[in-house]
């Protein structure tokens, strides 16, 4: 059988960050607006709505920091970096990543907009097209395909006790299986998993499931 870890931090973390994600897109989400803001928010339009690609933080003080840059977003191509301070947007100042948001998303995809911000004590303003709003899947490769996997630190076995680092398994063949107790089709994918374990653990290919939740 694959060895299972689980990894509740990470899970909060990266959905912390990926609704931060949807809202900076200009998607801002129906929990977080009123009731006739989401409904003007349906599929076909959202499909056309211009994207940014940035990861925003709010600091004291009304200021707006670009906590992370998408990889391929419009926001890298315009050379946006983390760390910079949003101030404008087309003029109009922003305090706040769901006022941002809203500002970026009230402009179709193919639209320039000009974003002020501050680097380094520097204000610099630049001119950014907007792309169309990727998947979630589309959007996920351009962040992590291609690159080093995340070093996976705090992975707890089902018992409780500390799992394995991904750093452990350098230089070797490892597949990683991300799941949850909740995921159907998760299931049908562990007998796979068991199955290249059983076939290919003498080879030196290790299988490792992880779930972002708590251990039981």
């Given at each position: 059988m694959t060895n299972c870890v689980t990894m509740p931090s990470y899970h909060t973390q990266w959905t912390r960050a990926w609704l931060c994600?949807?809202?900076?897109?200009?998607?801002?989400?129906?929990?977080?607006?009123?009731?006739?803001?989401?409904?003007?928010?349906?599929?076909?339009?959202?499909?056309?709505?211009?994207?940014?690609?940035?990861?925003?933080?709010?600091?004291?003080?009304?200021?707006?920091?670009?906590?992370?840059?998408?990889?391929?977003?419009?926001?890298?191509?315009?050379?946006?970096?983390?760390?910079?301070?949003?101030?404008?947007?087309?003029?109009?100042?922003?305090?706040?990543?769901?006022?941002?948001?809203?500002?970026?998303?009230?402009?179709?995809?193919?639209?320039?907009?000009?974003?002020?911000?501050?680097?380094?004590?520097?204000?610099?303003?630049?001119?950014i097209r907007l792309e169309p709003f990727p998947s979630g899947e589309q959007m996920l490769r351009m962040q992590h395909v291609g690159r080093p996997a995340p070093a996976l630190q705090g992975l707890l076995t089902p018992a409780g006790a500390a799992g394995p680092s991904l750093a452990s398994f350098r230089g070797k063949v490892l597949v990683l299986d991300f799941w949850a107790s909740f995921c159907i089709a998760c299931r049908v994918t562990a007998v796979h998993m068991n199955g290249w374990h059983q076939r290919y653990a003498n080879r030196g290919v290790h299988v490792l499931g992880i779930a972002g939740e708590a251990p039981e």
């Open positions: 994600a949807v809202l900076v897109s200009g998607a801002a989400a129906p929990w977080l607006v009123r009731t006739d803001d989401a409904q003007a928010q349906q599929a076909p339009a959202r499909a056309q709505r211009g994207w940014l690609g940035i990861v925003m933080d709010e600091l004291p003080g009304g200021k707006v920091l670009v906590k992370e840059v998408l990889r391929g977003s419009p926001a890298e191509k315009a050379r946006l970096l983390p760390g910079d301070l949003l101030l404008r947007v087309n003029g109009a100042a922003v305090r706040t990543a769901h006022e941002t948001a809203r500002s970026v998303g009230r402009h179709g995809a193919g639209a320039v907009v000009r974003v002020a911000f501050s680097r380094a004590g520097s204000v610099q303003t630049v001119g």
